[in-house]
């Protein structure tokens, strides 16, 4: 299995189209945001991670999505992976992160032990000032 994207996200929708095809609808990409109160906070911002299963693979693996800030691990996530060989699919990753700093984390994503790691960095901002 191989992972083709990987995005912090608000939606997702799913939707069948002529074919019979699938299409996926993501809204609210993003790569940071303002923080909703002052610090300390714990952030769980919605990632997702797109799979495909090649034909003549066995269609299983292990997603693991490790957050890290300057190199340090601070949350992990791992679930299975099933999906038909030749077939795209998704999993959502909810990451709980405690901010005590505004900063940048980063989500690395893989699939097993061996597999190749997407990195997707995620910024939060101080929020913003009243006028």
């Known amino acids: ?4 994207a990987a995005l912090f996200i608000d939606d997702i929708d799913i939707r069948q189209v002529e074919g019979p095809a699938s299409r996926i609808d993501l809204g609210g990409v993003q790569f940071s945001a303002a923080a909703p109160t002052p610090l300390p906070l714990t952030w ?13 693979s066995d269609g299983t693996g292990v997603l693991e999505v490790v957050y890290k800030r300057d190199g340090e691990q601070i949350a992990r996530n791992v679930q299975p992976l099933q999906t038909p060989p030749g077939k795209f699919d ?23 032990t061996d597999g190749h790691t997407v990195v997707v960095p995620y910024t939060l901002l101080p929020p913003e000032a009243d006028d």
């Not at 769980?44 to 003549?56: C, F, Y």
């Not at 998704?90 to 097993?112: K, M």
């Open 1 to 4: 299995m191989e992972i083709i």
């Open 44 to 56: 769980a911002p919605h990632l997702v991670v797109i799979v495909h299963a090649p034909p003549g």
């Open 90 to 112: 998704y999993r959502l990753v909810r990451g709980e992160i405690d901010f005590d700093d505004y900063g940048t984390v980063e989500a690395h994503c893989r699939i097993g």
